[in-house]
């Protein structure tokens, strides 16, 4: 089964930028929908970024600071994370909807282990 594996968290600044990175162990084939969800120390995970078939969607707090994009070739996908706030610390995650691959089968989420952004005031 294919893997995701999430690069490029670390500590920066209030206002500094960074850029995640989600490589899949190879080319996932029927991709419903992709994207990034976060998950603050004693909150619920949630919704960062969405690529869909008919484009992306972004969770409010991030709008006009972050950027989700996908090089299908590098099977990787991309957070580009900009004006970083404190609030934005959490441990990021990426995910990927694919299938079904069987008549009987369903579409399922494949995640990653997650990339530690703290961002410091």
């Known amino acids: 089964q294919v893997q995701l594996m999430e690069s490029g968290g670390g500590l920066v600044q209030t206002g500094g930028s960074l850029r995640l990175s989600c490589e899949a162990s190879?080319?996932?084939?029927?991709?419903?929908?992709r994207g990034w969800y976060r998950q603050a120390p004693g909150k619920q995970r949630e919704l960062v970024a969405r690529l869909t078939r008919s484009g992306s969607l972004y969770a409010d707090f991030v709008k006009g600071r972050f950027t989700i994009s996908v090089d299908i070739a590098m099977n990787t996908m991309y957070l580009q994370m900009n004006s970083l706030e404190p609030e934005d610390t959490a441990v990021y995650y990426c995910?990927?909807?694919?299938?079904?691959?069987?008549?009987?089968?369903?579409?399922?989420?494949?995640w990653g282990q997650g990339t530690l952004v703290t961002v410091s005031s």
């Open positions: 995910y990927a909807n694919i299938g079904p691959f069987t008549v009987e089968g369903s579409a399922f989420d494949v």
């Open positions: 190879r080319s996932i084939r029927s991709v419903n929908h």
